[in-house]
């Protein structure tokens, strides 16, 4: 069977259909950490509106957006960079400050080492310790930091879900302070967490000058195919990364779903609403694969790090499974991850059961 994430990441069910020889829309997609809520009903809404609007040329000063993110965040606007998905935004700041070296902590999100070397920069790479969910140790850290100009971290990490502490983050943010290293804090998850405003950096981050805290709109509000992120980090940072962006890089529905669910009525009520789903079904979900013999890590985001029994790998699973209609992600191309390592996302609860059936099915 050819890799279906030949790409570097899951979601891609157009890899899957050639593999499996049937349409796209077949799929029951546990591969992409999506919103199992699916958007929020005003974005929809707000897109019709803005179709008309698609004559015109997009804002290239992302005026409105910031002013949303601004009055959501309590940050000021010249403090905010908007990218075309987070990925944009990690590009920027490559391009903005081009690195020699940059620094990694395994397994990561595959993006932080790709965008590197296309960048033409060297990654070092640390392995964080599988008994503590595969964080580094401050140790790693401080020697990662004076090896390198800039150090990414996942936060919640992504293929774990694993959720430093914030003392242990502010540690690092002083560190990069004294090597003069960027720190890069990748964000993209937090907004699934109960206690978001207990370990994000987000409240701190006006007092250190050398951290940039990289977030997604797109996971959580389920709107992957629009393409919104953005940055948040010290204003000669972000000047420094807008200076480098294509004008009209952030199209303008993607702009208008961004400004209209910032200010939607019921943001809270979808936020509360998701965060509940995604605790109580995790929970859920990481019983069930243990009855099954399915190792999980203590994920506090919307995915969960899977370890098939012995004898069985990631791939042959995602084989079996594909045949069914699941896709999965196969993790063990991640460095420090093992054969049978998988990803899953969480998704409602008629979902998630229809996956643990098939699971049981497939290895019993």
Sequence with gaps: MSMIERFGHGGDVWTAADTFGVSSEAFLDFSANINPLGPPPIVAER????????????????RKMKAALSARLQV????????????????LLLLAFQPRVVGVIAPCFSEYE??????GADVVTVVGQEEAGFQATEEQLYQLMLETDLVFIGHPNNPTGIVYDRERLERAARMAEKTNTLLAVDEAFIDFLPHEEKVSLLPVQHQY????????????????????????????????????????????????????????????????ATRELIVTERTWLRERL??????TWPSEANFLLCRAPTLWTAKRLQEELGRRGILIRNCDMYTGLKAGDFRIAIKNRTLNEHLAVSVQAVLH
């Design 209 to 272: 000058k050398q951290l940039i805290i990289i977030r997604s709109l797109t996971k959580f509000y389920a709107i992957p195919g629009l393409r919104l992120g953005y940055a948040v980090a010290h204003p000669e940072l972000i000047a420094a990364m807008s200076a480098k962006q294509v004008t009209w890089s952030v199209n303008g529905l993607a702009l208008a779903a961004g400004e209209a669910l910032l200010t939607d009525k019921h943001y809270d009520d979808y936020v509360r």
């Design 114 to 119: 790709t965008l590197s070397r296309q960048f």
């Design 47 to 62: 897109l019709q509106q803005a179709l008309e609007g698609i004559v015109h040329y997009p804002d290239p000063g992302h």
């Design 290 to 295: 243990a009855s099954l013999g399915i190792k």
């Design 76 to 91: 000021p606007q010249e403090r905010i960079g908007i990218g075309n998905g987070a990925a944009e935004c990690m590009a």
